[in-house]
């Protein structure tokens, strides 16, 4: 019994190897049947016919970009699978700013391939559209005509800064024609391989019209108006409760309950008197004075010095002066200043 066991865990053993050597068979097949081929593409100029030489090159395969020198001989080589292929390059030399050329082929591979790929010489266009007083124009129509052996697709419009590009320009004499709206401009130039081509146009007449600026100006009236009537405004604020005194004139209090005006000070100023001394005062001492004669021959020192405009050490100089010549009478409360005209001023001594 144990040997038919045996016999029977070798024969399962022998059939499971087997098995594996079929599927490694199987995976060593699929392994060599994965095979590269050799690809050389030499480079053409399409216009000159001659082989590209001594390039950087930039190329994109099915979406996956990739770059590579070119030397002496002009050949592109690579290594594909079997396979269906667009290849897309840009040249670079490097004494030139921008790329000399660009091309697009097509193949199939399925063996080695050697063929010729043609590229042009292109240039690059970038520039912007404005009007006449140099204001960027977005949304501008741009129309090309390019003497050119390839057919590019080009702009035909300005994006939201005025701007435009084109990369992969076919060398030739181009004329740009931009308009918007009412206005129209133009530029013509050269595209040379390998050229950075930094264009603009201007439009003939601007896009601001001749009523916006007499909206502006009708705006700069109004608001230059509104200036005027907050200073008088401010003006009249500051200066309101100033009531200035006049030989000619007496002042004058209304009463709350609208009695008949009564003279101001009428009892209390002896006029003769007070004008003797005024003539004998400067400026900002009669300035004092008067204010204070015009409200009930008192006040505080900052009422005075914020009605007379006098600073501060200024006045504290001006009553003294006045103080000296017993015109007013000054007492401190702690730091409340009152000043009131002293008696000999009024009269009543």
């Not at 690579?78 to 030139?96: C, W």
């Not at 660009?102 to 043609?118: A, R, T």
């Not at 005075?304 to 017993?326: D, M, N």
Request: one cysteine or more; proline letters at 3%; hydrophobic letters at 40%.
């Amino acid at each position: 019994m144990k040997k038919k066991c045996k016999l029977l865990i070798l024969f399962v053993l022998f059939l499971i190897a087997l098995s594996l050597s079929g599927f490694a068979d199987d995976v060593q097949e699929n392994v060599t049947t994965i095979e590269n081929f050799e690809v050389s593409l030499t480079l053409i100029d399409l216009t000159s016919n001659e082989i590209v030489q001594n390039v950087t090159l930039n190329y994109l395969i099915n979406g996956i970009s990739s770059s590579i020198f070119i030397d002496d001989s002009g050949l592109f080589k690579l290594s594909l699978p079997e396979g269906n292929y667009v290849i897309q390059i840009e040249a670079f030399d490097q004494l030139t700013p921008s790329a000399d050329y660009y091309g697009e082929v097509k193949f199939s591979v399925n063996e080695d391939l050697s063929k010729q790929m043609y590229v042009y010489p292109i240039g690059l266009i970038r520039g912007f559209v404005k009007d006449s007083l140099d204001n960027i124009v977005p949304n501008a129509a741009l129309k090309f005509e390019c003497v050119a052996m390839v057919i590019t697709e080009y702009p035909v419009e300005t994006d939201q800064f005025g701007f435009f590009k084109v990369e992969n320009a076919p060398v030739s004499s181009c004329k740009i024609i931009t308009s918007y709206e009412d206005s129209i401009g133009m530029v013509e130039f050269d595209v040379t391989k390998g050229s950075l081509n930094d264009v603009t146009i201007n439009l003939d007449k601007s896009l601001i019209k001749n009523n916006d600026y007499g909206v502006f100006n009708y705006l700069a009236v109004l608001l230059g108006i509104l200036v005027v009537l907050v200073a008088i405004w401010y003006f009249n604020k500051n200066n309101r409760h100033i009531k200035p005194y006049t030989k000619s004139t007496k002042a004058m209090d209304k009463s709350q309950s609208g009695s008949k005006l009564k003279p101001k000070l009428a009892e209390t100023v002896n006029i003769n008197v007070s004008e003797t001394i005024l003539k004998t005062l400067n400026k900002k001492e009669k300035a004092v004075v008067e204010f204070l004669l015009a409200n009930t021959n008192k006040a505080s020192q900052a009422k005075i010095r914020h009605a007379t405009g006098i600073p501060r050490t200024s006045l504290s100089r001006v009553l003294q002066s006045l103080e000296g010549k017993k015109i007013v009478h000054v007492e401190k409360h702690g730091k409340m200043v009152n000043v009131a005209l002293t008696d000999f001023f009024l009269g009543k001594k």
